[in-house]
């Protein structure tokens, strides 16, 4: 609804605020004239009926630890992910109808893929009716049949084979080699190893020819200004560490020492370039993704597949402990693709745990793969082909590979955890990773004296840059996506590790302050300045409704499941400090310095503040509060006055450790 401002006296607003209303009435915008000033926001009428009572949200339940039950139930995942795999493998569609045995699940890829899948669920469940229902497509007296099929070079369309096909040279042939391999172990039978050789020599030529320019866009693609057209082409059939992962696959299973040399050398020579570091960080896979596959954790897995625990440190070193990926909020408008990438992250993530051993990566995979498993729509049969003709498969992938040993650990130290969460303040900035000069970085430098050895830093906050497009609010984010992850990380360590470090050092959470407060410049029209004071505070007094309701009851569970997952541990919760009390630009909004003071600590409109409800909720579930208002002054702010620069970090890392003890 959109109303004129001189409607503003029927508002329940302040002094100030119907002051500015009565101003800006008779104003016009920025091009002068005396048209009236809009503002959308709704407004009731006098005899308009009062506003419902806020209800407070009610978060989720936490989602279980898979953790420590995972083993016990990825026997059942499996079985749950299967009936859209024994929907799609046997049919007839129309884009390869003429594959003597995978011409169902849409496309040759799916139904391979599809195949694999079968005989690893049945390897793993023992269940002999995926093994009847994969044999009764793949018969043995098809393979020459296929083999023909598969090595036709005439086209690129559906019925006329394979070798020279886009998505089949580095994708779907990797696949089948998967397939291979898993057939052999399921039943014993070799009769495909013709085609696995003839895959994998097809793979191996395809590589070898390829050029400095044309292996960095099949790797690390992230540079659109300078590939607009081939964007895509590491996100998805083209990837090359995919190809590489299955060379080494096939060489070590029929003991090629070639071919297992050949993609280790490959690998080693082309695929950990330092500049491949600056243009393809892991952090670029924790944004919003658009295709199946992750491309830069996709070349950290492949160096994890084929060079393994001699390259341990080097993986570690690219993969911090921080990295998180946040998994898709899947919906009905995400593209097909994308909806692979929980699943497609998660087996990335898996074997370069296999290899560095990395708790925080274990963790991470399996809440992604947990996370998609609930999304049934968007993989189960009963609903659309397009998406349960292949997706299941690559959780198959992932909870396949788990059964798979890791490499042993050699003279690891165990280390405790210390955990920051929250928004753009605990992480330290609004990038894709945590800030290295964030307070809890520094925090980290003191709990490693006070503990006499390493601590493990995890900092799993968000900023907007993190975002998914899901419209939550970074608290909200936190309950929901976040949270449970951090919740699955404590629940390894309690169960893999000793007394010693089973509980974290330290857990602190910054989190609450969701009100965009605008800087303006002193040069901004007055009736412009006016009008954002207008809207930030109506924005503000909405967030207070029902004494914080909305905000409490998130605060609240994230500190009651946080102390209930780790009840021995300091958990420490922060107030926020106001930029326009203290920052360079405060004297550009005067009026707006007292607005979120206000809103921060109580007063006029407010009569409480979001520091207040921090500390009641951090009263009422005793743990500590780290007190920052008042405490950074001007010098200390980074100069968009956006979030607390070096100084100010050091100053909040000191406000959390003093309320950190050791016992």
């Known amino acids: 609804m959109r109303v004129t401002l001189s409607l503003a ?42 506003p419902p009572a806020p209800v407070a949200p009610v978060p989720p339940d936490p989602l279980p630890a898979l953790g420590p039950l995972f083993e016990e139930q990825r026997a059942d995942m499996l079985k749950q992910l299967a009936p859209p795999i024994l929907d799609c493998l046997p049919r007839v569609d129309d884009v390869n109808p003429k594959s003597p045995m995978f011409h169902g699940c849409v496309d040759w890829h799916s139904a391979v893929h599809a195949a694999y899948s079968l005989y690893a669920i049945h390897r793993h469940t023992g269940d002999r009716k995926y093994l009847e229902a994969v044999e009764a497509v793949l018969r043995p007296e098809l393979v020459q049949q296929e083999l023909a099929y598969m090595t036709n070079m005439q086209g690129t369309t559906g019925d006329s084979g394979v070798f020279g096909n886009t998505a089949e040279d580095f994708y779907g042939l990797s696949w089948f080699l998967a397939l ?72 070590d299973w029929v003991r090629d020492e070639s071919l297992s040399t050949f993609a280790k050398t490959f690998v080693a020579s082309n695929l950990m370039k330092p500049e491949f570091d600056q243009s393809c960080p892991v952090s670029n896979d924790a944004a919003r993704p658009e295709e199946f596959f992750a491309p830069c954790l996709m070349r950290l897995a492949a160096v994890a597949r084929v060079l393994g ?69 968007r993989w189960d049969k009963q609903f659309d082909y397009m998406l349960s003709h292949w997706i299941a498969q690559f959780a198959v992938r992932m909870i396949d590979a788990t059964y798979e040993p890791n490499a042993p650990l050699e003279g690891a130290q165990e280390m405790p955890l210390q955990i920051a969460a929250g928004d753009a303040w605990a992480l330290g900035g609004q990038g894709l990773a945590p800030d290295a000069n964030a307070y809890g970085a ?42 449970p992850y951090l919740l699955e990380l404590i629940a390894a360590y309690q169960r893999d590790t000793s007394e010693k470090v089973r509980n974290p050092r330290a857990i602190t959470v910054h989190e609450g302050y969701e009100v965009g407060f605008a800087f303006l410049k002193p040069s901004t029209r007055p009736d412009n300045l006016q ?53 360079k630009l405060a004297e550009g909004a005067p009026e707006t310095r007292q607005l979120v003071d206000d809103y921060l600590e109580g007063g006029g409109r407010f009569a409480k503040g979001l520091n207040d409800v921090i500390r009641e909720v951090a009263r009422d579930n005793g743990v500590q509060v780290a007190e920052v208002y008042g405490k950074l002054a001007p010098e200390d702010w980074s100069a968009d006055c956006d979030l607390p620069n070096a100084s100010g970090q050091k100053k909040l890392a000191e406000a959390f450790a003093s309320q950190i003890y050791i016992d």
């Open 531 to 583: 009008r954002y004071l207008v809207l930030q505070e109506i924005d503000a007094i909405r967030s207070t409704e029902g004494d914080w309701v909305v905000v409490r009851a998130y605060l609240q569970s994230i500190v009651s499941q946080l102390k209930a997952a780790a009840p021995k541990s300091p958990i420490v919760l922060g107030t926020y400090d106001n930029p326009y009390r203290a920052c």
């Open 309 to 377: 625990s001699e390259q341990t440190e080097w993986l570690k070193a690219r993969v911090p402990d921080s990295f998180y990926v946040e998994p898709i909020n899947v919906t009905s408008d995400s593209s097909w693709h994308m909806t692979a990438q929980n699943w497609s992250r998660s087996f990335a993530l898996w074997w370069i745990h296999q290899t560095t051993n990395q708790k925080t990566l274990r963790a991470m995979a399996i809440r992604l793969l947990g996370d998609q498993l609930l999304y049934r729509d």
């Open 9 to 50: 006296s029927k508002m329940k607003v302040s002094a100030v605020t119907a002051a500015l209303l009565s101003t800006l009435a008779g104003c016009g915008g920025e091009g002068g004239g005396g048209a009236p000033i809009f503002v959308p926001v709704a407004v009731p009428t006098a005899a308009a009926s009062p």
């Open 442 to 483: 520094l925090l980290n430098k003191t709990l490693a004296s006070q503990q006499g050895g390493p601590v493990r830093y995890v900092n799993n906050a968000k900023s907007a840059a993190m975002g998914f497009d899901d419209n939550r609010a970074t608290i909200q984010n936190l309950v929901e996506k976040r949270l």
């Open 180 to 251: 291979a391999k898993e057939r052999e172990l399921a039943t014993g039978n070799k009769d495909f190893r013709p085609l696995g050789d003839a895959a994998a020599k097809r793979i191996r030529e395809l590589v070898a020819r390829l050029t400095p320019e044309e292996i960095e866009l099949r790797t690390v693609t992230y540079d659109r200004a300078k590939y607009p057209f081939e964007y895509f082409t590491a996100h998805n059939y083209a990837n090359l560490p995919w190809a590489l992962v299955h060379l080494k696959l096939w060489g």
